[in-house]
């Protein structure tokens, strides 16, 4: 694969990396890619944009927001223990709505997909969903290209985060890395979409506190904090790429939580085929099984994240990269 690991890369056992891993070769989907359509051009009737997109965004919309209200006179306990154990899931399946529809995998007008994202960011509390998509794109074209990935941890948090407290910390917090590193990284100035997605998110959050109150945009809010943080379905976010197998950089997670997710699990055949909706995945693995069978994959995220806090050998370091000059561009 043509690794490298810089030149004061600590190999000693138990010793966590100085350096990323670094590739000279380009990224591995564009050519497994290619491969595979040569030998199994039918998955091309894959692609195409999931017909039940909008109902299930839709109910899960309502759904959240109903809650919320109904919580308008609950006591905080009661408020943070719905947040960890119910609103964190259906929130964060909104996120990974927004990222399917970042593929615009709902409808095949792209502006129906940008509205639907707007919609689906509702309940988030924050604004991200026009954003998210400029930087999601990049990490498909041109992942781990250092300075333009913006999925690759910055230098700040490879020097914070170096023993097992920083990293359970960095874990909690880790969607305000993820939300912030880009804007302080690689800002990329505001356009109409961002003001529209600025604009009604505000409205939406200020018209939940007039009707009813501070606590129903709380539960909002901290669904979405713990469900990104210390949390079984964040354990997404580090089994995607982070590396714990030297010669791969995309792992995917093959269990139940997929079904809450949008198959997200489904990670290596996401990048391989970003133009297949969430549901129909498995059958890339189904028709093209050689392809798959030998990579590394995951079963659980909760393990994934007790792996990234333990091993003494993973942390921010445990990512690939490579120089833009090397990278091709992929679809």
């Given amino acids: 694969m043509g690794l490298g690991r810089g030149e004061d890369r600590e190999e000693k056992e138990g010793v966590m990396a100085t350096d990323f891993f670094w590739s000279y070769t380009d990224e591995p989907h564009a050519s497994r890619r290619r491969q595979i359509l040569s030998q199994y051009p039918q998955i091309k009737e894959l692609f195409g944009p999931d017909p039940w997109a909008l109902l299930k965004v839709t109910l899960v919309v309502l759904l959240q927001l109903g809650t919320a209200t109904l919580l308008r006179n609950a006591g905080w306990l009661k408020i943070l223990a719905i947040s ?5 899931f259906l ?3 909104l996120f990974l709505a927004i990222h399917e529809l970042s593929h615009n995998l709902a409808f095949s007008t792209p502006v129906y997909n940008r509205w639907l994202g707007i919609f689906a960011n509702l309940p988030i509390g924050v604004p991200m969903s026009v954003t998210f998509q400029k930087y999601h794109l990049e990490h498909h074209r041109f992942q781990g290209v250092d ?8 230098l700040t948090e490879t020097r914070l985060v170096k023993n097992v407290v920083a990293k359970s910390i960095w874990v909690i917090f880790q969607l305000f890395f993820y939300a912030f590193r880009p804007l302080f ?6 356009g109409f979409w961002e003001f529209l997605n600025f604009t009604i998110q505000i409205s939406l959050d200020m018209a939940m506190v007039h009707f009813w109150g501070w606590k ?21 976010f580090i089994s995607e790429h982070y590396i714990f197998k030297p010669d791969q950089e ?3 997670y093959y269990g139940p939580m997929n079904l809450l997710t949008w198959h997200v699990g489904y990670h290596n055949e996401h990048h391989d085929f970003p133009r297949i909706p969430g549901h129909r995945l498995h059958k890339v693995r189904e028709i093209a099984p050689e392809y798959y069978e030998g990579l590394a994959s995951y079963k ?9 806090i333990m091993d003494r050998t993973v942390g921010p370091f445990s990512r690939m990269k490579r120089k833009a000059p090397a990278m091709k561009k992929c679809e």
């Fill in 84 to 88: 960890y154990f119910f609103g964190s």
């Fill in 91 to 93: 929130n964060h399946n």
């Fill in 147 to 154: 300075g333009i990935d913006m999925d690759i941890p910055s």
């Fill in 185 to 190: 990284l690689k800002p990329k100035p505001p």
């Fill in 216 to 236: 129903s945009l709380a539960y909002l809010i901290l669904s979405t904090f713990v469900g990104g943080g210390m949390h079984p379905m964040a354990g997404h």
């Fill in 250 to 252: 995309t792992y995917s």
């Fill in 300 to 308: 659980s995220w909760s393990q994934v994240i007790y792996m990234y």
